[in-house]
């Protein structure tokens, strides 16, 4: 699987680098913000935006790819019942997604992406630490209400925290999609080695690095707004 997954990665970095510059913007987008600004691989924020995204769509992609399997081979649950538990996780994920504006509203950006980060990484340290049934299935539901806003809003982010919106928003939305892609084979690589929930470690120092950098998700203030659009 992490060969297939590396390279499905191939096709999509050629696919992206036959794309013509300017596509898919306005033929007065040039008149209108000017230079693009520095390069992505230079652009420091939005390095770190995808860092978040990163460690979030990871954390979402494990837990889609085997957390069942986590919850029969690491707890020792039945098949049907780890199928069950995972469903508490969709559960999780539905209501972050269904509240989550109601929170973007009241707090900013920053204080929801790491409050999410935090709670993921106390639900998949739970489960990686406490052997119990019960607290398994609180953990998964904890789990999924930290991973749910992580995608979202590294793409809202990414679309306004700096120039030429529409490369921003394709490096982090790429970033993101490779992490669904390689991290669940990377976790079975490492799972076959060392188990699963050792495995999970790697996410949770995902989850957490994330947590400690969502600041990078701020909005710019209305100056710097306002600099942006007229520049």
Known sequence: MLLAALVGIAPIYIAIQAIP???GKNAADGT???EKGVPFYRDIQLLLIGVV???MAFAEGSANDWLPLLMVDGHGFSPTSGSLIYAGFTLGMTV?????GWFIDRYSR?????????MGALGIGLIIFID??????????????GASLGF???????????PDAPTRVSVVATTGYLA????????????????????MLVVLALVILAAIVAKAVAKPDTKTQTAMENS
């Open 21 to 23: 510059d300017g596509t």
């Open 32 to 34: 209108q913000h000017g």
């Open 53 to 55: 995204v990163l460690a």
């Open 96 to 100: 972050g997604r269904f509240t989550g």
């Open 110 to 118: 920053v204080a929801v992406v790491r409050a999410s980060a935090l």
């Open 132 to 145: 119990s049934a019960w607290v398994a299935g609180v953990s998964v539901v904890l789990w999924g209400l």
């Open 152 to 162: 979202p809003l590294t793409i809202s982010a990414a679309s306004d925290t700096g």
């Open 180 to 199: 669904f892609l390689v991290g669940p084979p990377l976790l079975g690589y490492l799972g076959e080695h060392y188990g699963l929930r050792s495995a």
